[in-house]
């Protein structure tokens, strides 16, 4: 929309593999998005910025390709280029299942650190560890997975990602996420 605000959706394929052996595949949970740049990078600080999500329930909840209600989170990023590489740091906080009378309980917390390097004009190599924390439940519901995939950029307004997810306590359990991202 502007050089420092986009917004844009993200239509996910998923190809799931959970720990009961059941494989299932399809649409996942749709993802409607906004990113504003609040400062800009400089030779001695990262850029800031805000991202606002809305995930809306088009997942197959029964199939574990979507959690079945909608979520909406606030990421604050935190990234660096150091020349081709790109770095990132990210929290936030994520409210799940906006339709539950106390939509504080079951909510998230996000912590994630990754980079993105180019192979070429189109293709980066991504790759992130993310922790997210679920607050007011058991411990046991926390996950620090891997996030490791291809980007490849179509035009400047559209790109497609293929990659894989897994649980690093748990290498079995993953997911493969094919996804298209149109920016307006």
């Given at each position: 929309m502007?050089?420092?605000w986009d917004i844009g959706i993200e239509i996910p394929y998923v190809y799931s593999n959970p720990a009961n052996d059941v494989v299932e595949n399809g649409l996942g949970d749709v993802v409607l998005k906004s990113?504003?740049?609040i400062m800009e990078e400089t030779a001695s600080r990262p850029a800031f910025l805000l991202k606002p999500t809305l995930k809306l329930p088009s997942g197959n909840e029964d199939k574990g390709l979507g959690s079945g209600k909608p979520d909406t989170g606030l990421l604050a990023v935190f990234t660096k280029g150091f020349g081709g590489l790109t770095g990132?740091?990210?929290a936030g906080y994520y409210a799940a299942d906006l339709t539950k009378d106390d939509v504080w309980k079951g909510t998230s917390g996000i912590l994630a650190s990754g980079a993105l390097i180019p192979l070429d004009k189109r293709f980066t190599l991504a790759t992130e560890l993310i922790y997210e924390p679920t607050f007011n439940s058991d411990a046991s519901d926390n996950s620090f997975d891997n996030l490791t995939g291809i980007i490849w950029t179509v035009n400047e307004r559209t790109t497609?990602?293929?990659g894989v997810r897994f649980d690093i306590e748990d290498a079995a359990e993953y997911q493969l996420i094919v996804g298209v991202s149109i920016g307006f």
């Amino acid at each position: 929309m502007t050089a420092n605000w986009d917004i844009g959706i993200e239509i996910p394929y998923v190809y799931s593999n959970p720990a009961n052996d059941v494989v299932e595949n399809g649409l996942g949970d749709v993802v409607l998005k906004s990113k504003y740049r609040i400062m800009e990078e400089t030779a001695s600080r990262p850029a800031f910025l805000l991202k606002p999500t809305l995930k809306l329930p088009s997942g197959n909840e029964d199939k574990g390709l979507g959690s079945g209600k909608p979520d909406t989170g606030l990421l604050a990023v935190f990234t660096k280029g150091f020349g081709g590489l790109t770095g990132h740091f990210n929290a936030g906080y994520y409210a799940a299942d906006l339709t539950k009378d106390d939509v504080w309980k079951g909510t998230s917390g996000i912590l994630a650190s990754g980079a993105l390097i180019p192979l070429d004009k189109r293709f980066t190599l991504a790759t992130e560890l993310i922790y997210e924390p679920t607050f007011n439940s058991d411990a046991s519901d926390n996950s620090f997975d891997n996030l490791t995939g291809i980007i490849w950029t179509v035009n400047e307004r559209t790109t497609y990602d293929f990659g894989v997810r897994f649980d690093i306590e748990d290498a079995a359990e993953y997911q493969l996420i094919v996804g298209v991202s149109i920016g307006f």
